[in-house]
C-alpha cells in the first residue's frame, strides 16, 4: 500500500494543483507539515520525498504541492507570479487544515527559497503554525513591493524555528540571511544550522541528507 495519496486542490480560476498528502495509517488526530517548494522546484525532488516519508512512519503527515505553473505545469509558469502562489499556498493549507484527522493544534511547515518568503506570508494569517524549517529562504520583496516582508512575519514567529543555511550560497549570501531571518528572531525555541560548504540548490547528495536530517529531528522533536 502507497504512503502517499495523490491530491488534486481546485483554484479559484479551475486550475487544479497537485500535490501529495502522506497520512499516517490508522492514526487520528496526528500532526502535520505543509512542505512549500522553491522557485521553478517541485515536490518530486528526493529530499522532499525522504523527508515525507520518514514523518509518516513517525506518525507525523507531510502535505506536498506543486504552485501553479509548477512540475508538470511547467508549460504555463510564465502565466504566473508570487501572488498566484501565495494564493496557491492559502488554498493548500486551508485543505490540510480541514482534514478531520489532524490536529489542528499540531501543525508545522517546511519552506524552502521562494517556499520561505510564502511561509512567512503564511504565518501573518495562520496561528496554527506552532513549528518552522525555513532553508535557504527568500523575502517577498524579491518578488512583490505590495505585501509587508515575510522577514518581519518570521521575526514576530513565536513558536518553534529552525533556520538552515548553506555556507556558500551563491543566491543568498550566508550573512545576509542571518540578518534578515535569524538576528531579529524572537522565537525562544530557536536553532540556526549552516551546511558547511554547501550551495544554495544543494546540488551533492551530502548536502541533501543533511537537510534530510535536520529538519526530520525538528520535526520529530517538536510535532512528535
Known amino acids: 500500500m502507497k504512503a502517499e495519496v495523490e491530491i488534486r486542490i481546485p483554484t479559484e480560476k479551475g486550475k487544479k494543483l497537485r500535490g501529495e498528502f502522506y497520512p499516517p495509517n490508522d492514526k487520528d488526530n496526528f500532526p502535520a507539515v505543509l512542505t512549500l517548494v522553491g522557485h521553478r ?3 518530486k525532488r528526493r529530499y522532499y520525498q525522504e523527508i515525507a516519508a520518514n514523518l509518516v512512519k513517525k506518525g507525523i503527515g ?3 504541492f506543486n504552485y501553479r505553473g509548477h512540475g508538470e505545469d511547467e ?3 510564465s502565466q504566473y507570479g508570487f501572488l498566484d502562489w501565495l494564493c496557491d499556498s492559502r488554498l493548500v493549507l486551508d485543505w490540510l487544515l480541514k482534514q478531520k484527522k489532524v490536529d489542528k493544534k499540531r ?3 517546511l519552506g524552502v527559497s521562494m517556499g520561505g518568503a510564502l511561509a512567512g506570508q503564511l504565518l501573518s494569517q495562520n496561528n496554527e503554525i506552532i ?3 525555513l532553508r535557504a529562504p527568500a523575502d517577498s520583496n524579491l518578488y512583490v513591493k505590495v505585501l509587508k516582508k515575510s522577514s518581519s512575519y518570521i521575526n514576530q514567529f513565536k513558536g518553534d524555528y529552525l ?3 548553506s555556507e556558500k550560497d551563491e543566491l543568498f549570501p550566508l550573512e545576509r540571511e542571518k540578518e534578515l ?3 531579529q528572531a524572537l522565537s525562544s525555541s530557536k536553532k540556526l544550522c549552516i551546511l558547511k560548504e554547501a550551495s544554495h540548490s544543494l546540488v551533492k547528495k551530502e548536502w541533501q541528507d543533511e537537510f534530510i536530517a535536520a529538519s ?3 520535526f520529530f522533536k517538536t510535532l512528535g
Do not use: R
Open 41 to 43: 522546484s517541485t515536490y
Open 62 to 64: 507531510n502535505l506536498l
Open 75 to 77: 508549460e504555463s509558469y
Open 107 to 109: 501543525i508545522g511547515m
Open 131 to 133: 513549528s518552522l524549517i
Open 163 to 165: 533556520l538552515i543555511l
Open 181 to 183: 531571518f535569524w538576528n
Open 216 to 218: 526530520l529531528e525538528w
